[in-house]
């Protein structure tokens, strides 16, 4: 089968905050649980991510000339925030950095740019398409690991989202947004924006309307935070599954461009077969057939909309002559039953990347 795609990874920034934004924290010891990341998550069999925040330039650069292992990385960069949005994690009484307070920790490390304004917005995407972007991802609602934003509130005006999209197409390229609500969603589509990321709290009108447009729904498969995480963080996690499985169910019925990916950022659970066994829960909305498919054509139909900015353009996520030779060799037959994919340890036998082989489990003859 084709190899597997993660279409929402963040590789650099699935550390616990109070590492990842402790000053103190070496910049080699992060690079070097990205780069742990990366290895896990190609062992996995995922041989493609989309990277949505973070800063993986460098980290791309070292897989594409063969450093380190590791799968191909379609990068965002930094996420692009409004002050007091999903990206700002600023000390609350930090005066913003546009207003003479001090340059936020998250935007020092390549994880968030803050952008008030048309001006603004236009100068971060373009700073992250100088960077090597791929997409652009915007914060246009509240978020679950944030704290200064509730997840019904909207976040950036229209005309600062066109102004994103403007700047994005102008490049070649699309805007993706954090969001999740029907008011928040509505103004990102209406703005020009190609991809949603999460959208568990949508209604099914909106779900129709994301049809009739032709926008793609990003979605994952969110579970109770365990309690390492704060009660705030919990309790907007929960706020946010409780409508998830109608959205699925919806998304499928009217035929929504979808695609999955796991999401796991701030100590989640580590990439690697974390990834597979979240892909395996989507068997609670479909047939193995149909999750596979997600996870591979489908995915790998969003990664072009990248245009002339995809890294890749050659075909991703078939099995055909001309396309990258991303192959897995498994052990059973998921499309029947989709838990094999839960344990690449075992059942995954060969790992071939661009014709590479990073894994052979099988006998020698």
Not at 54 to 62: A, D, H, M, N
Request: proline share 7%.
């Amino acid at each position: 089968m084709p190899g597997l795609i993660d279409a929402h990874a963040h590789l650099f920034i699935n550390v616990e905050p109070k590492i990842l934004l402790n000053p103190e924290t070496p910049a080699e010891k992060l690079e070097q649980i990205a780069r742990n990341h990366s290895k896990a998550t190609l062992m996995s069999g995922f041989t493609t991510v989309r990277d949505m925040a973070g800063p993986v330039f460098k980290l791309k650069r070292e897989i594409d000339r063969g450093d380190i292992e590791g799968p191909r990385i379609y990068p965002s960069g930094t996420i692009i925030s409004q002050t007091s949005g999903h990206g700002d994690f600023s000390e609350p009484a930090d005066l913003p950095h546009s207003l003479g307070g001090p340059l936020p920790i998250a935007t020092k490390l390549g994880l968030s740019t803050i952008a008030d304004g048309t001006d603004q917005v236009l100068a971060a995407v373009r700073y992250n398409l100088r960077n090597g972007a791929s997409q652009i991802k915007l914060a246009a609602g509240g978020g679950i690991a944030s704290s200064f934003d509730p997840i019904e509130v909207s976040q950036y005006t229209a005309s600062e989202l066109r102004a994103a999209v403007d700047a994005a197409s102008d490049y070649g390229t699309y805007v993706s947004t954090h969001a999740y609500t029907p008011t928040s969603v509505l103004r990102c589509v209406e703005a020009g924006v190609k991809v949603i990321e999460h959208g568990q709290s949508l209604d099914e009108p909106t779900i129709r309307f994301l049809k009739k447009k032709g926008t793609w729904l990003s979605l994952q498969v969110f579970e109770e935070l365990p309690s390492s995480f704060s009660k705030l963080q919990r309790d907007k996690n929960h706020q946010v599954i409780e409508n998830q499985s109608l959205v699925w169910t919806w998304a499928l019925k009217h035929g929504v461009n979808i695609a999955w990916g796991t999401d796991f950022m701030f100590g989640s659970p580590l990439y690697g077969p974390a990834q597979n066994a979240s892909l395996v829960q989507l068997k609670r909305w479909m047939t193995p057939t149909r999750a596979l498919k997600i996870a591979t054509h489908d995915n790998a139909q969003l990664l072009a909309l990248s245009g002339i900015r995809n890294p890749y353009p050659g075909e991703l996520g078939v099995v055909k002559p001309g396309a990258y030779a991303d192959l897995l060799l498994v052990d059973g037959d998921p499309t029947k039953n989709l838990d094999i994919i839960a344990n690449p340890d075992r059942n995954f036998r060969i790992i071939m990347k661009d014709g590479k082989i990073h894994k052979n489990t099988l006998p020698k003859q």
